[in-house]
Antibody, heavy 121, light 106 residues
Framework: QVQLVQSGAEVKKPGASVKVSCKAS????????MHWVRQAPGQGPEWMGW????????VYAHKFQGRVTMTRDTSISTAYMELSSLTSDDTALFYC??????????????WGQGTTVTVSS | SYELTQPPSVSVSPGQTASITCSGE??????VCWYHQKAGQSPALVIY???KRPSGIPERFSGSNSGNTATLTISGTQAMDEADYYC?????????FGGGTKLTVL
């Protein structure tokens, strides 16, 4: 079955970086863009951007531009999201989510289980 | 930046119809998706491209989008439908989420 399995929880100090991985299985990895979404405690989802697994091309939300990097390794069907200059506001669940089709029109049809990132001194 | 507005909460009795709205400027000209999120779980897509249901989503879920408002309608609401619901639209290939609506079935 189609699934996305994310890396485990992280605890980071302010100013550090975190890199979260998302391993896809059950479908052709390069056929679907991958989104990343942040959800702070008690808040709604917040879109961070997407990566095109075929080309490596990316589109980032303006809020995260300059601080986020999304990459992929097609040989192991894995997408990555790295966020730098962490602050306490980045304490959140981070999800990868597969684009069901054209990333500008289709929804995010498969979601990972989420990775908790805690930023604390 | 583009914003989507949802009511914080909606209540419905079992078996009745629940309607959750999502408002944004010119929203009818954009594609809208809807997700539900149950406590402790990842969001799940229930409607995409305004009114299409992914496989496995019951027919009681439907969507519409016109003018400045999109609506998610749940007919014959069941206790299992109690969750947070989020609308999401595309603005120049950037995804924007609404603030969410807590659906209570009582």
């Amino acid at each position: 079955q189609v699934q996305l399995v994310q890396s485990g929880a992280e605890v980071k100090k302010p100013g550090a970086s975190v890199k979260v991985s998302c391993k896809a299985s059950g479908y052709t990895f390069s056929d679907h863009y991958m989104h990343w979404v942040r959800q702070a405690p008690g808040q709604g989802p917040e879109w961070m951007g997407w990566v095109n697994p075929k080309s490596g091309g990316t589109v980032y939300a303006h809020k995260f531009q300059g601080r986020v990097t999304m990459t992929r390794d097609t040989s192991i069907s894995t997408a990555y999201m790295e966020l730098s200059s962490l602050t306490s506001d980045d304490t959140a669940l981070f999800y990868c989510a597969r684009a069901g089709g054209d990333p500008g029109t289709f929804g995010m049809d498969v979601w990972g289980q989420g990775t908790t990132v805690t930023v604390s001194s | 930046s583009y914003e989507l507005t949802q009511p914080p909460s909606v209540s419905v009795s079992p078996g009745q119809t629940a309607s959750i709205t999502c408002s944004g400027e010119g929203l009818g000209d954009k594609y809208v998706c809807w997700y539900h999120q149950k406590a402790g779980q990842s969001p799940a897509l229930v409607i995409y491209q305004d009114n299409k249901r992914p496989s496995g989503i019951p027919e009681r879920f439907s969507g519409s989008n016109s003018g400045n408002t999109a609506t998610l309608t749940i007919s014959g609401t069941q206790a299992m439908d109690e969750a947070d619901y989020y609308c999401q639209a595309w603005d120049s290939s950037h995804a924007v989420f609404g603030g969410g609506t807590k659906l209570t079935v009582l």
